[in-house]
Nanobody, 118 residues
Framework: QVQLVESGGGLVQPGGSLRLSCVCS????????VGWFRQTPGNKRELVVT????????YYVASVKGRFTISRDNAKNTAYLQMNSLEPDDTAVYYC???????????WGQGTQVTVSS
């Protein structure tokens, strides 16, 4: 069974940076597309960014383009989300997920809190 563990969240001032990590175990990470999502209280989970299994195709939601960068290291079974120029609206719980069957994101981590505040 695929397990995902996120880390790297925390409290940062506006304009600051954080790098989130997502370690995958129990599966073949290099076979999976990976995505980062975020959720705030009372709202639906929002897709932020995706990266395909080959690492050559990405999607970024408009609000993070130019500020966030997704990457992966298949040798380490790890995906990363580099977040720069953080804004208060980026405050959320961030989740990583993988698509194990090529249909939908079906395995999820437990989430890591990101708070952007002065």
């Amino acid at each position: 069974q695929v397990q995902l563990v996120e880390s790297g969240g925390g409290l940062v001032q506006p304009g600051g940076s954080l790098r989130l990590s997502c370690v995958c175990s129990g599966g073949t990470f290099s076979w999976y597309d990976v995505g980062w999502f975020r959720q705030t209280p009372g709202n639906k989970r929002e897709l932020v960014v995706t990266l395909n299994r080959n690492g050559d195709s990405t999607y970024y939601v408009a609000s993070v383009k130019g500020r966030f960068t997704i990457s992966r290291d298949n040798a380490k079974n790890t995906a990363y989300l580099q977040m720069n120029s953080l804004e208060p609206d980026d405050t959320a719980v961030y989740y990583c997920a993988v698509d194990t069957y090529g249909l939908r994101y079906d395995s999820w981590g437990q989430g890591t809190q990101v708070t952007v505040s002065s």
